[in-house]
């Protein structure tokens, strides 16, 4: 009786052992199931200024989690080297399609001009450069001073707004630190049209630019004020829209005269409407 019981509880023993090894196996297997295979993706070495042309001194391959999918990053080292960045990238970050300038763009400032941008250069001291607070990468307002034609005072106009600052002097990215620094030359991402304001602009007056606000993007109509408006205070109207309405057509009769007996009569009809 005895052994028929320790038999028994082997038997118990032995089954609750082979649940357990089950369970535990099984979520095991499980977790590592849910860990997520990585793939090997080009990252940079250092910490890499914008101009910067890739090398296979300054990537790496860096493992990167498969189920997070990253829009625009390479694989292979060899598709990223040579091409220059358009953007600063850290230690270790990701090089993405979005920061390499295009094959054949060449280096330095070219890299950073989008296709059907120009880069304009005009002159610039400590007064028209926001006492040295142009950086790369801030916005302005750019205002022209001058004398019109038809008025005897000079006039200021505000002529482009929200106008990208690509270079200052030389730098084409801003100082670490925010120290502010006077440059002779400040350059600016325009479109065709606005480049031709612009150069037009220097050659008419005196121009100066105005800092704003990076998230600003709104655009204000102004009409521009005068030495003698800015004497009494009172800015010149906007001139208003006037629009011409077109003179309505003019509604031609025909006359129909009707004869009965010695009775005569007339009648005017309008003409129909085609």
Do not use: C
């Amino acid at each position: 009786m005895d052994s028929r019981r320790i038999a028994l509880a082997l038997v118990i023993a032995l089954a609750v052992s082979a649940l357990a090894t089950t369970f535990f196996y099984t979520k095991i297997r499980k977790q590592r199931d849910a860990q997520p295979t990585v793939n090997k993706i080009v990252a940079a070495k250092d910490v890499l200024r914008s101009g910067t042309q890739l090398s296979n001194d300054n990537v790496v391959l860096i493992d990167w989690p498969s189920n997070i999918p990253l829009q625009g990053a390479y694989k292979n080292l060899n598709d990223v080297v040579g091409r220059p960045l358009i953007q600063p990238v850290a230690a270790n970050q990701p090089i993405l399609e979005s920061v390499l300038a295009q094959p054949g763009s060449g280096l330095g400032l070219t890299v950073r001009i989008p296709e059907g941008m120009r880069a304009v250069s005009v002159r610039s001291n400590d007064v028209v450069g926001v006492a040295g607070f142009l950086y790369p990468g801030s916005h302005v307002d750019i205002l022209v001073t001058y004398k019109p034609p038809d008025e005897p005072n000079p006039v200021t106009q505000t002529v482009l707004q929200n106008v990208e600052v690509l270079s200052a002097g030389q730098k084409i990215e801003p100082d670490p630190q925010g120290k502010p620094e006077a440059v002779n030359v400040v350059t600016f991402l325009l479109n065709p049209l606005d480049s031709e304001k612009l150069i037009l602009a220097t050659s008419q007056g005196s121009i100066q630019f105005v800092l704003r606000n990076g998230v600003d993007t709104n655009s204000t109509t102004t009409p521009g004020i005068s030495v003698a408006e800015l004497m009494t205070g009172k800015p010149k109207p906007l001139k208003p829209v006037v629009k011409v309405a077109k003179a309505a057509k003019p509604t031609s009769f025909y006359v129909v005269e009707t004869i009965s007996g010695a009775t005569k009569s007339t009648e005017k009809f309008e003409e129909p409407k085609h």
